[in-house]
């Protein structure tokens, strides 16, 4: 089936610093891709969707000005989450959806993010 | 508010056993799909079911859809410890951009 990768897959910062999150898919080309976010022992929440070549779209309560999302190419989506803090510390899983596919979403492995 | 909800939350079986998860859901789907979970890792697609069919088989899998009832079924029969890991429904609707909305989930432990 289609792979999608992530990097990296964990990642430990200081509080303040900014993390940028890649996401690719490898034998595709994904004309959208998505972010979830997804605390422990819950499910995962969608937190913006992102079209190769336009602004992402977010979801209501999530800050694009914090979570920026960058999908400058068919296989590369980057979430850089700017100016963490502990409270931004979660588990992000992207997924990519080929083109003319969107009822098919490959998920990427995803990325524990712990800001300390 | 989560579009699907699933119960039970947990689930402990012993090996050889049948696993059953519910998933319920409020408003018109174009499909809804079951996801596997392993701790820590990311999703592994099991199953789609579309909103015009009732019962879909893959493997040990058997999954049921009730439109009437908005309500979906994952069975998982003669349980290996291997099954292990959280189970999450997730529907696609018209009225949400057909955007993925995922279930609460269901962690199953299937002991040897």
């Known amino acids: 089936g289609a792979v999608v990768s992530q990097h990296p897959s964990r990642v430990i910062c200081k509080s303040g610093t900014s993390v940028k999150i890649e996401c690719r898919s490898l034998?595709?080309?994904?004309?959208?891709m998505f972010w979830y976010r997804q605390f422990p022992k819950q499910s995962l929440m969608l937190m913006a969707t992102s079209n190769e070549g336009s602004k992402a779209t977010y979801e209501q309560g999530v800050e694009k000005d914090k979570f920026l999302i960058n999908h400058a190419s068919l296989t590369l989506s980057t979430l850089t989450v700017t100016s963490a803090h502990p409270e931004d510390s979660s588990f992000y899983i992207c997924s990519a959806s080929p083109a003319g596919g969107l009822e098919t979403q490959y998920f990427g492995p995803g990325t524990r993010l712990l800001v300390l | 508010s989560q579009q699907g909800e699933e119960d039970p939350q947990a689930l402990s079986i012993q090996e050889g056993e049948n696993a059953t998860m519910n998933c319920s859901y409020k408003t018109s789907i174009n499909n809804l799909q079951w996801y596997r979970q392993n701790s820590g890792r990311g999703l592994v697609h099991l199953i789609l079911?579309?909103?015009?069919?009732r019962e879909k088989h893959s493997g040990r899998l058997r999954v049921t859809l009730d439109t009437s009832k908005k309500s979906s079924s994952l069975l998982i029969t003669a349980s290996r410890a291997a099954d292990t890991a959280s189970y999450f429904c997730a529907t696609r609707r018209p009225a949400a951009g057909n955007k993925l909305t995922f279930g609460g989930g269901t962690r199953v432990l299937v002991k040897p």
């Open positions: 034998d595709f080309q994904a004309t959208t």
């Open positions: 079911i579309r909103s015009n069919e």
